[in-house]
């Protein structure tokens, strides 16, 4: 069975690690026991699970989508999480993490933000159980996203901007993680992605293993059997670690698809960057590059460890494809199925519809990651 | 006289064993002026020197030595291009670089390494890289006879602290308080405890940094530690203009700070 426990010190093949300053060691150590403590309590799973019922919304439902698959030639199923409570499936990770922190008696949550979809989800979280939250997001990306800005601070959280570097999600994740250094005592870094140090890559993944477990019943009493091809879209790689964990043991076939101005896994080069190896856009120093999507979701130049791993070991595949063709697929499933998808999940449509031919005839189920109403000013500049 | 070629650990103990005090100023390579600070503060009575070489995404630090950075990656200045200065640099206190784990993983550890080794550079400090995971490079470095100076944190468990100090060599890198590098108004009172802490469980030298950044604050964590590592204070220097000049006269001031506890 592939997508077990990492190794003790959170290896996934060879990728993942704990490569953060000592200062963290203690916290990331503790953090990694109230998991496995919380996972394996039926308390714990039971309160999780009736606040992704009561209060999230799920079940999220699947869509079949006749006229985009008449338009495609190929059979098009969606996993709404876009209809999630807060827009996405970032909402699944947080209150997880959220009732977590608060059984380890934490009081304040920081978080770093790239569409402000992970920021929102934080800071709604943090209203939810009374807690304090700051979220660090990019200059770049406070301008970008600012209806998330404006829905963070009506949710109560503190937005601060990121100002050094390329001052998009990479540099908002550094701010957070300084932030956490000093903090550590009362704070819960609450990690937006399946990225980052131990345990957070498995654990982010856990917290997100719902989508992949009722896709996969779903698709059984849909279809009676499981889809040819399961794609998503990958920043940090949190939503297709979801999906993808419900399939991986079948014949499914797994694509991600980055942007490609960001694209990790073809473009990248093992490194240690965010506390853990993997694949990461750098130079022949070691300095990170700066990724360039249109997503300020995507606009990262790593990718979640185990996703590194599960492209060396060829049980996944990453696609890339270009802001133009995310562009249309915006419009292509607004359009056909009236559904306004994120920029993000529009990634995936965008590789589907680019290879369509190679996937006539196939079922294609498409984790469709969150809603598109953050990015609608973003987009009415673009289209004119 | 000390030597540059002697190691970090064995010039810090003898001057502790003199009864003195250990001063390690961090000067951020390839910002302009940076050999010559190096000089100034060697002259001024530097005990051994840490160089920092940029890396793009610096979580240990704060403002100051993150504009510093900047300001060097700008210009497109290399690691490589920093280690070459450095070999050629006539200078007799034993250096340290600061660098993050990617820069030396992107070298490759042996070829790393073996640069250090050729720039006469004695050890390594890698914030970002714990005990937990410094074994592959630990044991590289040891074999070119770099030594890997290593942090005790202010929230280093009494489990994990012996076995830290026991690894690092050179010294212990006693980090003063919560948080990143940088200036702070007042010693926060994590400094002394965690130089005590450390100083109960090793022999090796023991010295504070992050948060130190005056010779008032030296010389009270002093008083608990064999010394102390002064970085953005020094930085801040530069970053004014001040330039080698300006950072010798602030170095004097520590080095008297110091020799009159
Ligand atoms: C809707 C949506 N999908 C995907 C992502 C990317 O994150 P991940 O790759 O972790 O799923 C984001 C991040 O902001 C997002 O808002």
């Given at each position: 069975m592939a997508m077990n426990e990492p190794t003790e010190l959170g290896r996934f093949g060879k990728f993942g690690g704990m490569f953060i300053p000592e200062t963290l060691i203690p916290a990331c150590q503790e953090l990694e026991i109230a998991f496995k403590q919380a996972w394996s309590s039926t308390d714990f799973r039971k309160e999780l699970d009736d606040l992704l019922h009561d209060?999230?919304?799920?079940p999220s439902p699947i869509t079949r989508c006749d006229r985009l698959s008449e338009e495609l030639g190929c059979q098009v199923i969606l996993k709404?999480?876009?209809?999630n409570h807060t827009g996405s499936h970032k909402i699944n990770n947080v209150l997880g993490q959220a009732l977590l922190a608060k059984r380890m008696g934490k009081t304040r949550l920081v978080a770093e933000t790239g569409a402000g979809q992970h920021g929102v989800a934080t800071a709604t979280a943090a209203a939810l159980f009374g807690m304090e939250c700051v979220v660090y997001m990019g200059e770049v990306d406070i301008e970008r996203q600012a209806l998330n800005v404006f829905r963070m601070r009506l949710l109560g959280a503190e937005v601060r901007p990121a100002v050094s570097g390329s001052r998009t999600l990479k540099d908002a994740i550094n701010e957070a993680m300084r932030d956490w250094v000093a903090t550590v005592e009362d704070s819960?870094?609450?990690?937006?992605?399946?990225?980052?140090?131990?345990?957070y890559p498995w654990m982010v993944r856990e917290f997100h293993r719902v989508i992949g477990a009722e896709a996969y019943s779903q698709c059984m009493d849909v279809l009676d059997r499981v889809p040819d091809v399961v794609t998503a879209c990958v920043g940090g790689g949190s939503n297709a670690i979801g999906i993808f964990s419900g399939f991986v043991d079948t014949e499914a076939e797994l694509v991600g698809v980055e942007p490609a101005g960001g694209a990790a896994i073809e473009r990248g080069i093992p490194g240690v960057v965010h506390g853990s190896l993997s694949y990461i856009l750098q130079d022949e120093w070691g300095q990170v590059l700066e990724a360039e999507s249109i997503s300020a979701g995507l606009d990262y130049p790593g990718i979640g460890p185990e996703h590194a791993h599960l492209a060396d070991i060829g049980r996944a595949r990453y696609e890339k494809v270009t802001d133009a063709e995310v562009i249309e697929a915006f419009q292509l499933l607004s359009r056909t199925e009236g559904i306004i998808p994120a920029l993000e999940p529009a990634h995936a449509l965008a590789w589907m519809s680019r290879d369509r031919e190679s996937l006539s005839g196939k079922t294609v189920l498409l984790n469709?990651?969150?809603?598109g109403d953050k990015d609608a000013m973003q987009m009415m500049e673009v289209l004119g | 006289m000390m030597s540059r070629h002697e190691g970090i650990e064995a010039a810090l103990t003898k001057k502790i064993q003199q009864g003195g005090k250990c001063l390690v100023p961090y000067i951020t390579g390839g910002f302009s002026g940076y050999l010559e600070t190096i000089s100034a503060a060697a002259d001024a009575g530097a005990d051994a020197i840490e160089i920092g070489i940029p890396?793009?995404?610096?979580?240990?630090?704060?403002p100051t030595i993150q504009m510093a950075n900047d300001v060097v990656l700008s210009k497109g200045i290399t690691p490589e291009r920093i280690l070459n200065d450095i070999a050629s640099l006539e200078i007799d206190v034993p250096l340290a670089i600061m660098t993050y784990y990617n820069v030396v993983y992107r070298y490759g550890l042996e070829r790393f390494a073996a640069e250090l080794k050729e720039s006469a550079i004695s050890g390594a400090i890698l914030p970002d890289l714990p005990l937990l995971e410094a074994k592959p490079w630990m044991d590289t470095a040891a074999k070119s006879s770099i030594e890997t100076i290593l942090f005790a944190a202010p929230t280093t468990t009494d489990e994990q602290l012996p076995e830290i100090c026991e690894n690092s060599s050179g010294f212990v890198y006693a980090v003063?308080?919560?948080?990143?590098t940088g200036a702070r108004e007042e010693l926060a009172s994590s400094a002394q405890v965690i130089a005590r802490r450390c100083k109960e469980v090793t022999d090796k030298p023991v010295l504070v940094g992050v948060g130190i950044g005056t010779p008032k604050q030296a010389q009270e964590v002093a008083k608990v530690s064999d010394g102390c590592i002064v970085g953005s204070a020094i930085v801040q220097r530069l970053l004014d203009g001040g330039g080698a000049e300006s950072v010798g006269e602030f170095v004097t001031e520590l080095r008297t700070a110091l020799d009159t506890i």
């Open positions: 209060y999230a919304g799920r709404r999480e876009d209809l819960h870094y609450c990690l937006g992605s399946v990225m980052g140090p131990h345990p469709l990651s969150g809603r | 890396f793009s995404d610096p979580v240990m630090d704060g003063g308080l919560l948080g990143v």
